[in-house]
């Protein structure tokens, strides 16, 4: 089993960065792809951005260009970077993994809120 840990969520400006983090333990080797998702005030979560083991990144198109998803060589932790941040990128935002190369993300965070004022 994989457990994660978000951290890095705050209050910011319209404009601001935040950088997240989600450290992994447990059977970190078996992680496959590594995910963050969001899910704002009385909206559906979505995917906000993927990257498995090789290094092959997916990003949902709002944040491409603005978020950027990197994971340590050694050791299983996933950083969201995130620049330019808007009033509708406020929400949860949740680390998963899982540990196949295709399917549903199996382990989850319980979430860090971000809040974006404009």
């Known amino acids: 089993q994989v457990q994660l840990v978000e951290s890095g969520g705050d209050l910011v400006q319209a404009g601001g960065s935040l950088r997240l983090l989600c450290a992994a333990s447990g059977s970190i080797r078996e992680i496959r792809v590594m995910a963050w998702y969001r899910q704002a005030p009385e909206k559906s979560r979505e995917l906000v951005a993927s990257l498995t083991r090789g290094g092959v990144t997916n990003y949902t198109d709002s944040v491409k260009g603005r978020f950027t998803i990197s994971r340590e060589s050694t050791v299983s932790t996933v950083y969201l970077q995130m620049n330019s941040l808007k009033p509708e990128d406020t929400a949860i935002y949740y680390c998963?993994?899982?540990?196949?190369?295709?399917?549903?993300?199996?382990?989850w965070g319980k979430g860090t809120l971000v809040t974006v004022s404009s």
């Open positions: 998963a993994v899982r540990t196949t190369w295709s399917g549903v993300m199996e382990y």
